[in-house]
């Protein structure tokens, strides 16, 4: 599970890198046209001078399987757990955890739940994922879950707070 998180890490950051460098290049390229509406920071009272991906939410989005014999009572307490972890993570400290249970489905594949974890930017989930090691709270509250639940694959999203326009 480790490794894939890594691998998923490592390929996000490749992308991360190279959007933002491509968007530049698009916009520098391109005949001037009407300004698009700008994502809203996370936190008003942010500073407006950082940088803009510093000030949208992120959402890491794991897709999980139910182990047989596991009630949805104990994954509720196993991700008490890792937040319990995770907030003890350096950029992790108001991170927040959300179990996604299904209620209407067309179609989830065999995912059984999805669990979120949300940071308010990504200088802090960089902080938290660069903390992220084999002996840190975390990884030790993953081998105390470790055979109770499989979460194969994640998604890290940018969140955009849409506000009405004035």
């Known amino acids: 599970m480790k490794t894939v998180v890594r691998f998923l890490f490592l390929f996000v950051v490749m992308i991360a890198v190279a959007v933002p460098a491509y968007s530049a290049a698009q916009a520098k390229s391109a005949a001037p046209a009407k300004a698009a509406p700008q994502a809203q920071p996370a936190d008003p009272a942010e500073d407006a001078a950082s940088d803009s991906y510093d000030n949208m939410e992120v959402l890491h989005v794991f897709s999980c399987e139910m182990v047989p014999g596991v009630t949805e009572e104990q994954i509720d307490k196993m991700a008490q757990l890792k937040l319990k972890a995770l907030r003890l993570m350096p950029g992790a400290e108001k991170a927040q955890v959300h179990v996604l249970w299904p209620t209407a489905v067309t179609s989830l594949g065999s995912t059984d739940f999805q669990i979120m974890w949300t940071f308010p930017s990504y200088s802090d989930w960089g902080k938290f994922w ?17 055979g109770k639940v499989e979460c194969p694959n994640s998604v890290i999203w940018e ?5 009405p326009a004035k």
Do not use: G
Request: charged share 30%; no cysteine; proline share 5%.
């Open 159 to 163: 969140s955009h707070r849409i506000v």
């Open 130 to 146: 660069d903390a992220y090691s084999d002996a840190s709270p975390l990884a030790k509250a993953d081998d105390i879950t470790e």
